[in-house]
């Protein structure tokens, strides 16, 4: 069947590398379990290899000020082949699904994730203007 590997670079929004962010891959379906794992480098730079072949969801994590997870859904694993994702922004919490960019359902909110559990503050440009 073969194995694969996943290659990339983690950045914030000024496109300066985010090191120590979190990548997990996980299987797909209704049993979705952690495949595999690991930190990016200084540069933001990681490398998985000995993926089996298959379609996985990928989640990168990074606590440098507040937590912030992107999740990359639908990501294909081919055989022998390294596949990119080059340049992952980390600006905001969003979901990737193959080859479509979701934006959350309100993207005028800044969502604060404040503790290791994922429960979060909303914060309204209204309450920012307001202080």
Do not use: W
């Not at 990016?40 to 379609?55: N, P, Q, T, Y």
């Not at 440098?64 to 994702?85: A, G, H, K």
């Amino acid at each position: 069947m073969g194995l694969g590997t996943l290659k990339g670079t983690v950045v914030d929004g000024n496109n300066e590398p985010l090191p120590f962010t979190r990548i997990i891959v996980y299987s797909l379906g209704e049993n979705r379990s952690f495949m595999a794992g690991v930190e990016s480098d200084f540069d933001g730079k990681f490398l998985i290899s000995s993926l089996s072949v298959g379609v996985y969801d990928i989640e990168l994590t990074n606590m440098s000020f507040v937590m912030d997870t992107l999740i990359i859904e639908n990501v294909e694993i081919l055989p022998e082949t390294i596949t990119f994702l080059d340049s992952v922004e980390m600006t905001q919490t969003i979901r990737y699904h193959s080859g479509c960019l979701c934006i959350p359902e309100y993207p005028n909110e800044v969502r604060l994730n404040i503790d290791p559990f994922g429960r979060s503050t909303i914060i309204d440009p209204e309450d920012i203007r307001r202080h």
